[in-house]
């Protein structure tokens, strides 16, 4: 059974970090590219940080470069989320996906949700003083 876990989130201080974990089993993660989303109330899903198959590479939204660090470790089969400076407007659901169609290596990488089809069950992150 291919599975997903999230891990880590909580609730931080403006100006904290946190470092989100995403466990897999059933699949070898560092086959698929893999994303982080995350979705407030009433708005779309938007991807986070992404990183290409292997490890080809790594995408980010333009607002949150500097901020957020994406990283595979091999050996865990697990993708991790570093997030610094964490502000108000980042408190929501995170997610980790597996990207399932795709052509291997740096161009994998994808923010669009519709291109993942593994997804975990999301972990909030609260970001209040």
């Known amino acids: 059974q291919v599975q997903l876990v999230e891990s880590g989130g909580g609730l931080v201080q403006p100006g904290g970090s946190l470092r989100l974990s995403c466990a897999a089993s059933g699949v070898v993660l560092r086959f698929y590219p893999i994303a982080w989303f995350r979705q407030a109330p009433g708005k779309e899903r938007e991807g986070v940080p992404c990183i290409s198959s292997g490890d080809g590479g790594t995408g980010y939204r333009d607002s949150l470069k500097g901020r957020f660090t994406i990283a595979r470790d091999h050996a865990k089969n697990s993708v991790y989320l570093q997030m610094n400076s964490l502000e108000p407007e980042d408190t929501t659901v995170y997610y980790c996906?597996?990207?399932?169609?795709?052509?291997?290596?740096?161009?994998?990488?994808?923010?669009?949700?519709?291109?993942?089809?593994?997804w975990g069950q999301g972990t909030q992150v609260t970001v209040s003083s």
């Open positions: 996906a597996a990207r399932t169609t795709f052509t291997a290596g740096a161009g994998s990488c994808s923010l669009d949700h519709s291109d993942f089809g593994i």
